[in-house]
């Protein structure tokens, strides 16, 4: 049963400054962009919509049977977009829930994107979001794969201290590979982006620092597995790679 409460956006623009008009580059015979809208709705937890500024796209989402919202052309960030795809989708405020699922993640799974819900089980949590411990010194060392610090909650749940691109913490011991879906309290994302840029945002250019930097719990979920983000030809032909095997 989808939960009334829950809104499932997906951003998603044509600009992209390192592969442009990915969102509809084929993988395995289908747009990108269908490809994460179809887990989105196969995860059944919620109102699922692509937040987009092109007719193009939003075409595409249609004609797959999506639903699709357009938004203006200038927004900053993603969470920006799905903060004014709400206000369109759901004026009464009925949507206690609002989850960001990136539209480049065509192989993020099903169990991902019901994974990051759990921590707001908790009054206490803002914001909740996932992480994957790191296995390799590839990962380990990349300023490309955002570490998440945290503190143990209990489970398989951290309180976020902090995010970076560096290798951190230092020492012996686990180190966790952000993963960039979150989910939202209403009240949340409207505080999140009436804030201004923070310092260590704009230091790191990691725009959760911002909402840690307000005083904004975030919680993540630790999760077995990393979708592979599509940023650049060579993430595109690896999408493309699994997925035909799919």
């Known amino acids: ?42 995860a059944a937890i919620g109102r699922v919509a692509v937040a987009t500024d092109t007719d193009e796209i939003a075409s ?13 052309s200038d927004h900053p960030s993603g969470s920006d ?53 790191i296995h390799t010194e590839e990962e380990d ?25 560096a290798t951190a913490p230092t020492g012996d011991g686990p180190r966790y590979h952000h993963i960039g879906l979150y989910a939202f309290r209403r009240a949340a994302l409207e505080r999140y982006v009436s804030l201004p840029p923070s310092p260590l945002e704009l230091q790191e250019k990691l725009e959760q620092l911002r909402a840690l930097e307000a005083g904004m719990r975030i919680d993540f979920t630790i999760v077995d597995t990393v979708p592979r983000g599509v940023d650049t030809p060579a993430d ?10 799919s």
């Open 81 to 133: 977009r799905i903060h004014e795809a709400m206000q369109k989708l759901d004026p009464d405020g009925k949507a206690e829930i609002v989850v960001n699922v990136q539209g480049d993640f065509p192989t993020i799974t099903i169990d991902n994107i019901r994974e990051v819900l759990p921590p707001l089980q908790d009054p206490a949590v803002d914001i909740a979001t996932l992480a994957s411990q």
């Open 141 to 165: 060392l990349a300023p490309s794969v955002v570490k998440a610090i945290g503190t143990s909650v209990g489970g398989r749940r951290m309180r976020a201290l902090y995010f970076t691109r």
């Open 60 to 72: 595409v989402v249609t004609a797959h049977g999506g639903e699709a919202v357009m938004t203006r």
């Open 1 to 42: 049963m989808i939960d009334p409460r829950i809104l499932v956006l997906i951003p998603a623009r044509m600009a992209a400054t390192r592969l442009p008009g990915k969102p509809l580059a084929d993988i395995a015979g289908l747009p990108m962009i269908v490809h994460v809208l179809r887990r989105a709705e196969a």
């Open 236 to 245: 595109l032909e690896t999408a493309r790679s699994i997925l035909s095997k």
